[in-house]
């Protein structure tokens, strides 16, 4: 069974708006960590925001937030104020304590293209 | 900029060569992965050093070979591929195995055997 799910292939956006990018995840583990990161086509793997199973509060950095919704196991990445560079592969994944913490899921990652 | 640093940046070899991937991290970070990324798909957990000795390795074939000298190096020893293994090779750390401990990769290491 599919753990994390980012269920759109590809996203556009024009510069400036906001876009909302879904993941969904499925764990039994009360404790884990929710990260999403930013592949340009360069091949680096940005980290950009990180939520916690038990953190109260969603997370933010900049112009991303993390919508956490935990009842309904969505952890959806919010990017204000798109700009041009912000075109590139988005993944969405997680750490459960259960397994020691060492094993990333990925899920399969959302293309976001920002039109000017 | 990212803390990890990988070498090269590409890499062209034959099937019947011997060649090495590099990373190297200075944030003392204790664990540190090599995962595989083929176009258009995640990245896909390779081997996990913790404390410099080998924690996790995913069912790999032995023509990869890792390798953890010290606690900020890790290479990545690649003998007798095949085309299939052509692939963007990506090197991470983390402070520890906490599942709140955030992954740091590196640039890449992006592989086309021939």
């Known amino acids: 069974a599919q753990k994390i799910t980012q269920t759109q292939p590809g996203m556009f956006v024009q510069e400036k708006e906001a876009v909302t990018l879904d993941c969904t995840y499925d764990?039994?583990?009360?404790?884990?960590?929710l990260f999403w990161y930013k592949q340009p086509s360069s091949g680096e793997m940005i980290f950009l925001i990180y939520q916690g199973s038990y953190d109260q509060q969603n997370a933010t950095e900049g112009r991303y937030s993390l919508n956490f919704q935990k009842a309904r196991k969505s952890a959806n990445l919010v990017i204000s104020a798109s700009q041009l560079g912000d075109s590139a592969m988005y993944f969405c994944?997680?750490?459960?304590?259960?397994?020691?913490?060492?094993?990333?899921?990925f899920g399969a990652g959302t293309r976001l293209f920002v039109k000017a | 900029d990212t803390e990890v640093t990988q070498t090269p940046k590409h890499l062209v070899m034959g099937m019947t060569n011997k060649k090495s991937l590099k990373c190297e991290q200075h944030?003392?970070?204790?664990?540190m992965y090599w995962y595989k990324q083929k176009a258009k798909k995640p990245p896909e957990l390779m081997f996990v050093y913790s404390y410099e000795k080998l924690s996790i390795n995913e069912s790999v074939p032995s023509r990869f070979s890792p390798e953890c000298p010290n606690s900020s190096l890790l290479n990545l020893h690649l003998h007798a591929l095949q085309p299939e293994d052509s692939a963007l090779y990506l090197c991470a750390s983390s402070p520890g195995q906490v599942s709140g401990n955030t992954i740091y990769f590196g640039e890449g290491s992006w592989l086309t055997v021939v």
């Open positions: 944030m003392g970070h204790r664990a």
């Open positions: 994944a997680m750490r459960e304590a259960v397994t020691g913490g060492f094993k990333t899921i």
């Open positions: 764990t039994s583990d009360p404790s884990y960590g």
